[in-house]
């Protein structure tokens, strides 16, 4: 929960450098989140206002989640060493998803580099 949390207080901070379990973890949290929001809309089928109630949080988490997401990814591609424009790869269908997912399970790159110092060694 920290490392999702810590995610929120760089809301929009670009710059820097983002560990892996910082990236991972922000994920994941979002990924039972967006679990949560299908099962309540799909059990909330027959009660149609609870569907529509359901329905607005669910968009309303997901833009509220953007800006973060791209900060922490762009903070991620810097920790291994690369610029943040290798998110555009996800518009190369198929092959750029699966580009990025591996650009994203690759380690930190070691020492300090132009992005900033390597926080991996301070990780518990």
Sequence with gaps: MHYYLL???KYAEFSGRATRK??????LFNFII?????????R???APDLNMIVSIISMIY????IIPSLAVFVRRMH????????????????????WLL?????????????YGPNHKSEEV
């Design 102 to 114: 591996t650009l994203t399970i690759f380690d930190s790159q070691p020492g300090e580099n132009k």
């Design 22 to 27: 910082e990236y991972w973890y922000f994920v």
């Design 44 to 46: 909330s089928e027959s």
């Design 62 to 65: 997901s833009l509220a989640v």
């Design 34 to 42: 967006s679990l949560i929001f299908n099962m309540l809309i799909f």
């Design 79 to 98: 920790d291994t060493g690369r610029r943040g424009w290798w998110f555009f790869l996800i518009f190369i269908p198929i092959i750029g998803a699966i």
């Design 7 to 9: 995610v929120f207080k």
